[in-house]
Each structure stands twice: as C-alpha cells, then as structure tokens.
C-alpha cells in the first residue's frame, strides 16, 4: 500500500504500481477499477476471480502498460464495487450473465468497444460469456485455470476457505489463515491484506466480497431444505460451478475469437483433461501451462503468467 510522504497529511489510496486508481458510478452502482498505460492504445481487460480483487493483476498491468491500456474492474460485490444483480438476492447466487452486462456497462462508460479478455476463475466464466452475448467486444481471451468442467474436490476447498472464517481478529490472524490455505506461497503482509479487508466499526476484518456470507446463507438454506431435495433442481447457489456454467458448452463451439486456456500446473479446480476439453470446443484455441502454479496461477507464478500473455497479445496483433 501507498505510503504518505508527510505523516501529517491525508491518508493516500491505494494505488497500484505505474497505475491508477479510480471510482464511478455505472447504473447506480459504485464501480472500483485500476488502470494502467496509455488510453488510447489497445485494452486489455484483466477480470479477477472469485473472492479476490482487481490488484491481483498488478504485476500484469505494470508489465503490459508500456504497449496496452490495462483495465482491471472490482466485479460487482467485491473490493470497492457495489453488490449488484449479479449477487443479488443473496440467496441465488452468482449470474454470469449479469456479471457481464455489468462489466459491459462499464466497459461502454469508460469508451472500450473491443478488447482482449484475460479473466481467471469467475473473470475468466465472464469473459467467456461477454464474448457469447456480444461477439464484436471481444479481440481474444485468456483464460486463467477455467473451464466449464471444474473438479468438485478443488472447488470445494475454496468453499471451505471462503466460508471457514466469518471475521478476523487482526490482519496477523487473517495471514496466517491465508498461509495455511496457500502453504506454497510467500506469507502476505498484513499491511497488503487491507486490499482484500475492511474493517467493521467493532475491529474485526471481514472479506471484500460478498461470497463468504452468500455461500454460508446458500449452506444454511440447503440444510433447511435437505428432506425436499435430492440436490439437483439446477440451482446456481454459489459454490454451484454446474449451475454457473450450465450452457457454456454450447456457447464455447461458437467463439470466433482466439482464445488462450493457461492451466496451473498443480491446480486441483482444472485438470488437464478439463483444459483440453475447453480448447477442443473452441475453434481456435490451445492450452498452456503455468508452472509452479495452482489455481490461483497469476499470484503464484506472475512471471510465467506475464510472459504467456504478452505473446498471446503480441501473436494475436493486438
């Protein structure tokens, strides 16, 4: 985070690496973005997955600024964006469609009429389906360990990490919490972790993001209704990745644009079969693999996941 230059002046924002920081009203809804380069040169929009932020992309913006215009939203109900239709009511759950109409409508606010997409997890679920409702919008997509074929055991950890802890003590606590989850990966700072917290008038810190409380009202509602239901009435509650991605498959034989399926190699949500089975529906795409990397490949291996999408962008000619 940003630090202040006179102790006693405002507290400064946080703003990423070489980028910008900014707010707007989109459709009555407060919208959080991070941008990087030059306005004017060619977008990329960078969507973050599920339960994460817009700053997970700013090893990605810095690296792409120097020939790209970078533009990485807070989805609805994440960060500092408004909840919207996409996570309203609570109780059913994420709407890809509705995810997309609100980043389409800041795309519209801001001048973007075409991009290149790299969406990871949930961004990733968006970009495929921005690309499905307005094919002219979308250059190509990279798609950061995402298919519309998750595995059930890798999907389920996430819901038990996200669902696990209803608040925080102190940012110590939530960095030890993050470390037992990511046992590969460097232990956060606390002091970064007010990207992904906020804090409540009582001291607690609670998440970002609107799916913790969602998925623990989902669980709360399913138990409830356990005796009615054998489980497969086709709802999207979150968690549901069946319910979120229900059609997908019919839409991904329809793509026309390029697409890129980067896999992390230790990722237990896509397997390698699931990767291949996204890259033989789609007419022109292919498969890579980060190294080093689980399902959240951007953070573990930014490196590799710079690397891999400048030559998408730069074979794609964008």
Not at 248 to 259: A, G, S
Not at 284 to 307: K, M, Q, W
Request: glycine share 10%; proline share 5%; with cysteine.
């Amino acid at each position: 985070m940003t630090q202040r230059a006179d102790p006693d002046g405002p507290p400064r924002h946080d703003v990423p690496i070489n980028g910008h920081s900014a707010f707007t009203i989109v459709d009555g809804h407060q919208v959080h973005y991070l941008a990087w380069g030059r306005r004017g040169a060619a977008p990329v929009v960078c969507l973050h997955g599920g339960g994460q932020t817009a700053y997970m992309y700013e090893e990605l913006g810095t690296a792409l600024s120097d020939r790209w215009f970078v533009l990485a939203p807070d989805l609805p109900g994440h960060g500092d964006s408004d909840v919207d239709a996409a996570l309203s009511p609570p109780t059913a759950g994420l709407d890809r469609r509705s995810l997309a109409a609100s980043v389409v409508g800041l795309l519209d606010f801001v001048g973007i009429e075409r991009a290149v997409f790299v969406g990871a997890s949930l961004g990733g679920i968006t970009s495929l389906t921005i690309a499905a409702m307005d094919p002219n919008r979308v250059e190509g997509i990279v798609l950061i360990d995402i298919g519309h074929r998750l595995e059930d055991d890798g999907v389920r950890r996430i819901v038990e990490f996200m669902t696990k802890h209803e608040s925080f003590a102190s940012l110590d606590e939530a960095a030890a919490a993050i470390a037992e989850y990511l046992p590969g990966r460097k232990k956060q700072s606390p002091a970064r972790l007010t990207r992904n917290l906020r804090q409540r008038a009582d001291g607690h810190w609670v998440w970002k993001h609107a799916l913790g409380r969602n998925l623990r009202s989902a669980s709360a509602s399913a138990s409830a209704t356990a005796n009615d239901s054998d489980g497969s009435d086709g709802s999207n509650a979150p968690g549901d990745w069946r319910g979120l991605t229900a059609g997908m498959d019919e839409e991904l034989v329809r793509l026309v644009c390029p697409v890129l399926v980067l896999r992390g190699a230790q990722s237990d949500v896509l397997s390698d079969e699931g990767a291949r089975e996204v890259a033989a529906l789609v007419p022109n795409a292919r498969v890579a693999t980060i190294n080093a990397a689980g399902h959240l490949a951007a953070g573990d291996n930014p490196e590799s996941t710079v690397s891999l999408v400048r030559h998408f962008l730069e074979e794609t000619g964008w």
